[in-house]
Structures are given as structure tokens and as C-alpha cells.
């Protein structure tokens, strides 16, 4: 559009994406229409050592004691091999340190969470076989899962879910974990996001009595299994918009799996978009959600997973046998 064009021609043209981003970010509050900006956009992982900042943080929050670090390491190593209740792939301290920055460095929390870890991936091996770079293409193509290129305002990586806009007859619930899962794995590899954690957002406009019947209780377990008990990232918060009157039918089935813990960390805005921005602020979100950016599509990670060797290696050492076609005729 005219006001798009308007937009864009008053951005600079910066040597670095880095500044043209930072543009975006200090200019943008309060503009209603974006243009598609992912070429401005860069998606990857921030794969760097943790920052100065950063090991204060995890110093204060995570009891993370660069003194006592590489001792908790050894014992943590010491109990995986005395207990003998998993085989991890690694036992490198990158790789333990992701489940003791989860668990505040308590070693016995950290452990079980890497045998839940472990016990996750042999009950449910659908979730990590036959990922096909097409199929995780087409869910980021209707728009039904995102991930910003960017993180909010405490750090913290953010995902999305447009559920009403899943169609279960061309994409199925299992497609929906693998792609949550890939989109986990790539924000654990950070070690901001490690340190930081993450957040949720659950769009439920246009929810329908076809996505509630997808949703059984075994279903439902493995939703709150992934978010609280297996994956080595500190969820901070899930938020609800838009939720409607067929989502109390599928909230009763999930809520008797959550702790009250769990529920302290829901938050409920329906069309509210000033409580959202009460906890996220406006210029990290899409201008749907009362915010300045496009809505960025989960094929931008796809393309990054694929042009980055480093971490295509890794999704595969963690189990993932990613494939580029599906051989089979989709619906």
C-alpha cells in the first residue's frame, strides 16, 4: 500500500541489518501497517558465549557460580553414570549445562529433568523420525506457528500458536510437535535463551470444535510434559488471546494436568491487548497483537536450519532425522 511504501522509503539504507533493525525498533511504535520485512530481518541463533551481563544474570537468578561450575558439572557427571537411568548422546558441559540452568543448578532436579529428557524421546520417537523440511515449510505458510527473529524485552525468545488456523485433515498433531520440538532445540542451542528462558503465546481466534477433538488427553499430557517436565527451557509465561467459548472445553481437558504452578504462569487477555502489553511490550510484537512488526513466517527458520551446517549437525546428533522431500502424496 501507499503508506507501506511511505514507511519503508523513510528507512534508512544502513551498512549493518543491525542497524536497520535497531531503526525499526526506535521508530515504529504506533504504526498500524507494516510491510513484510523479513529480508530486513535476520534469522539465526545467537550462538556466542554468554555475555558479562548475562553471567550476573544466571549468577543472581540461577545460582550459576563460575567458582563452584566446573565442580557441579563433575558431580552431575558422577550421577548420570552412578544412577544409570539414561544414556544422554552427550555428556559434554555445554550440553549439561542446559538442564542445570533449568533446574537453578540442583543437581538431582537437573538430572531427573535430563531422565525425562531422554525417556520423552524413547516413548515418543514419531516426534524426532521423518522431518521433512516441506512439511515444517508449510505449517510456517499457514501461518499457524512463528518464532520472532528477535527477543522481547527481558531477552527472552518467544513463540507463537494461531491454532485456528490449523487444519488437522492437511496438517497433523504430529507435524505440530515436530515443529515445536525443532523450534525448542534451535533456542536451547542459545545460551541466552538458556539463561533468559522463553515465553508463549496461544491465539485461539477462529478456534474450532475440530481442533478441540484433536486435542485427547494423551495429547494433552505430552503438551504439558514438553512445556514443564522434559525440555530443559524455563517457560516464564503462557498467553492466552482470543480465547472463545470452545476453548473451555479444551482447557478442561489440559488443566488436570497442570500444576498450580503451571497455572500461576497462564495469563488470560481475550481481546485485550493492553493487558498483553503489560507483559510484552508493543514493539516486539506483530501489529496484530497491538504491536509494529509483520508476522514473520517459521519458514525463515527452516531456511536458516538449512543453510547452517553447525546446526543441522546438531538437530541430528539430538535424534532428528531431517529430510528434505516427502515422499509420500500430501493431502
Not at 478442561?252 to 507483559?279: A, T, W, Y
Request: proline share 5%; aromatic share 10%.
Amino acid at each position: 500500500t501507499n503508506r507501506e511504501r511511505v514507511f519503508l522509503s523513510h528507512i534508512p539504507k544502513p551498512r549493518l541489518k543491525a542497524k536497520c533493525k535497531r531503526y525499526l525498533q526506535e521508530n515504529t511504535v504506533g504504526i498500524q501497517t507494516v510491510a513484510r520485512m523479513d529480508d530486513l530481518v535476520k534469522f539465526e541463533m545467537n550462538l556466542d558465549p554468554p555475555s558479562k551481563e548475562l553471567e550476573a544474570y544466571a549468577r543472581e537468578h540461577l545460582d550459576e557460580d563460575p567458582d563452584t561450575k566446573l565442580q557441579v558439572l563433575a558431580e552431575f557427571r558422577d550421577l548420570i553414570f552412578e544412577r544409570g537411568e539414561c544414556s544422554p548422546h552427550r555428556l559434554d558441559d555445554d550440553f549439561l549445562l542446559r538442564f542445570l540452568r533449568a533446574r537453578r543448578f540442583v543437581i538431582r532436579h537437573a538430572h531427573r529433568l535430563l531422565v525425562n529428557y531422554y525417556e520423552f524421546k524413547e516413548k515418543n520417537p514419531e516426534f524426532y523420525q521423518d522431518v521433512y523440511f516441506d512439511r515444517l515449510t508449510a505449517i510456517g505458510d499457514a501461518d499457524l506457528i512463528s518464532t520472532q527473529p528477535f527477543h522481547d524485552q527481558h531477552g527472552r525468545r518467544m513463540l507463537f500458536y494461531r491454532l485456528g488456523h490449523w487444519d488437522p485433515a492437511k496438517i497433523s498433531t504430529r507435524e505440530l510437535f515436530q515443529a515445536t520440538l525443532v523450534a525448542l532445540e534451535l533456542a536451547l542451542m542459545e545460551t541466552s535463551t538458556q539463561i533468559l528462558g522463553g515465553i508463549c503465546l496461544f491465539d485461539l481466534a477462529d478456534l474450532k470444535m475440530k481442533h478441540v477433538t484433536q486435542l485427547n488427553s494423551k495429547i494433552a499430557a505430552q503438551m504439558i510434559d514438553i512445556v514443564v517436565w522434559t525440555y530443559p527451557l524455563r517457560t516464564h509465561a503462557v498467553h492466552i488471546v482470543n480465547q472463545s467459548p470452545v476453548f473451555k472445553a479444551g482447557y478442561s481437558i489440559v488443566k488436570p494436568f497442570m500444576s498450580k504452578e503451571v497455572r500461576k504462569r497462564i495469563f488470560f487477555h481475550g481481546s485485550d491487548m493492553k493487558s498483553l502489553h503489560k507483559h510484552i511490550d508493543p514493539k516486539y510484537l506483530p501489529v496484530r497483537y497491538g504491536g509494529v512488526h509483520p508476522d514473520y513466517s517459521y519458514g525463515g527458520w527452516v531456511d536458516y536450519i538449512r543453510k547452517t551446517p553447525s546446526v543441522l549437525s546438531e538437530l541430528r546428533d539430538l535424534g532428528y532425522t531431517l529430510e528434505e522431500q516427502m515422499n509420500a502424496i500430501l493431502v
